[in-house]
């Protein structure tokens, strides 16, 4: 099984500005990695695939990066609405999960 | 517009068997490529993905939970059935279904069901 490990737990941010959030994979993953966004009481939504591109209807302040075993998400300029838990995922081998990063408002 | 939406009981009690139901409209699982995945999410808690059905009936399980796990489609009724044996409390969770448009990506999800499993 291909343990995927999200840093920090949960991160402060203020509006307006950047969050970046990490994941790291316990082998590679190649680019097979996607992350989600839950807001609660809501299923996931799929932000991004591929490691890094943008799924149908994503704003341009998401941008993933990475490849192998170490990835990133990043917020660029954080709107009210984008407080909330991400997970990242990869599907390179049986689909796992990473334990979440819940983004609150500093 | 694909929309996914779960189905089946809120509550069972400790061995029986849940059976789960996903609905879905805005595409055919007799189109290739295409196929529907259960996930799961105790209260709490971070994602588990369960199993994966394709339009061909090629069916994938997570190897921890594969004993108590079947994966069915019915693509006249455009539905995906999942019967997972032996309920046990820790299998309180909320149980989602998703469309999977590539690899074992899920996009989008059904608002998801909560099963609670208790005497």
């Known amino acids: 099984e291909i343990v995927m490990t999200q840093s920090p737990a949960t991160l402060s941010v203020s509006p307006g500005e950047r969050a970046t959030l990490s994941c790291r994979a316990s082998?590679?993953?190649?680019?097979?990695l996607a992350w989600y966004q839950q807001k609660p009481g809501q299923a996931p939504r799929l932000l991004i695939y591929?490691?890094?591109t943008r799924a149908t209807g994503i704003p341009a302040r998401f941008s993933g990066s990475g490849s192998g075993t170490e990835f990133t998400l990043t917020i660029s300029s954080l709107q009210s609405e984008d407080f909330a838990v991400y997970y990242c995922?990869?599907?390179?081998?049986?689909?796992?999960f990473g334990q979440g990063t819940k983004l609150e408002i500093k | 517009q694909i929309t996914l939406k779960e189905s089946g009981p809120t509550l069972v009690k400790p061995t029986q068997t849940l059976t789960l139901t996903c609905t879905f409209s805005?595409?055919?699982?007799?189109?290739?490529?295409?196929?529907v995945g259960w996930i799961r999410q105790p209260p709490g808690k971070a994602l588990e993905w369960l199993a994966l059905?394709?339009?061909?009936?090629?069916?994938r399980y997570s190897p921890s939970l594969k004993s108590r796990l079947t994966i069915t489609k019915d693509t006249s009724k455009n539905q995906v059935v999942l019967t997972m044996t032996n309920m046990d409390p820790v299998d309180t969770a909320t149980y989602y279904c998703?469309?999977?448009?590539?690899?074992?990506?899920?996009?989008?999800w059904g608002q998801g069901t909560l099963v609670t499993v208790s005497s």
């Open positions: 998703a469309h999977r448009p590539q690899g074992a990506l899920f996009d989008p």
């Open positions: 805005g595409f055919s699982l007799s189109t290739s490529g295409v196929g």
């Open positions: 059905i394709y339009w061909n009936d090629d069916k």
């Open positions: 082998q590679s993953v190649s680019s097979n």
């Open positions: 591929g490691a890094s």
């Open positions: 995922q990869q599907y390179n081998n049986w689909p796992t």
